[in-house]
């Protein structure tokens, strides 16, 4: 089952675990009531599954993303750091992991801290759209998973800034978690 904890907001390098001592989990509770939904689907056989739930939720749409230095080549170093900027996008964000791990950072609201997604193969989230968050590799710098979408491959991220407060998608979202 997928690590979840408060981000201790300590500078430093983003790929450390940023765990508060002693660390501060999250329950599964509390990503419910930010609407962030997460399955854990064995790799192992994994497609009958993953196929059933894209089809329930009308995700016609898939690709495979390698992030590490092999997969990505020149472009590496600059996707690392927009994945870590603080962003929306106005659909959701579906990951399943196959391979390697990293962390998905999600901000709660009201409280806006960081929850902090540790995930590995057989994680499946859904970051719904208009929450802020963010993404990068751990330690091991290497994470291959499936991106599904419900149309077209396009989420562009839009940085936190006024606009996006005021983004249909943001309010939206903020209205739908209450
Ligand atoms: C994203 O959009 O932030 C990513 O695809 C990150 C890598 S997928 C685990
Ligand atoms: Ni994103």
Redesign the pocket.
């Known amino acids: 089952t997928m690590r979840a904890y408060y981000f201790d907001n300590l500078p430093g390098d983003q790929r450390l675990p940023h765990d508060y001592v002693p660390s501060r989990p999250v329950s599964k509770e509390t990503l419910d009531k930010i609407n962030v939904k997460y399955w854990s689907v064995p790799v192992e056989g994994y497609e009958p599954k993953i196929d059933a739930i894209a089809k329930e939720r009308g995700y016609k749409n898939r690709d495979m993303?390698n992030?590490s230095k092999e997969g990505m080549g020149e472009i590496y170093e600059e996707k690392i750091k927009t994945?870590f900027e603080e962003h929306m996008h106005e659909d959701e964000?579906i990951?399943y992991?196959l391979s390697g791990s990293?962390f998905?950072d999600v901000r709660e609201t009201p409280t806006d801290e960081w929850i902090r997604l540790a995930?590995t193969p057989g994680d499946l989230i859904v970051i719904p759209a208009g929450i802020y968050?963010?993404?990068t590799l751990d330690e091991a710098n290497n994470?291959k998973?499936l991106?599904l979408f419900q149309d077209e491959p396009k989420?562009v991220?839009y940085n936190r800034s006024e606009q996006t407060d005021a983004n249909p998608h943001r309010l939206e979202y903020l209205k739908s978690i209450g």
């Open positions: 993303i992030v994945f964000e990951r992991i990293g998905f995930v968050h963010r993404f994470i998973a991106r989420w991220p």
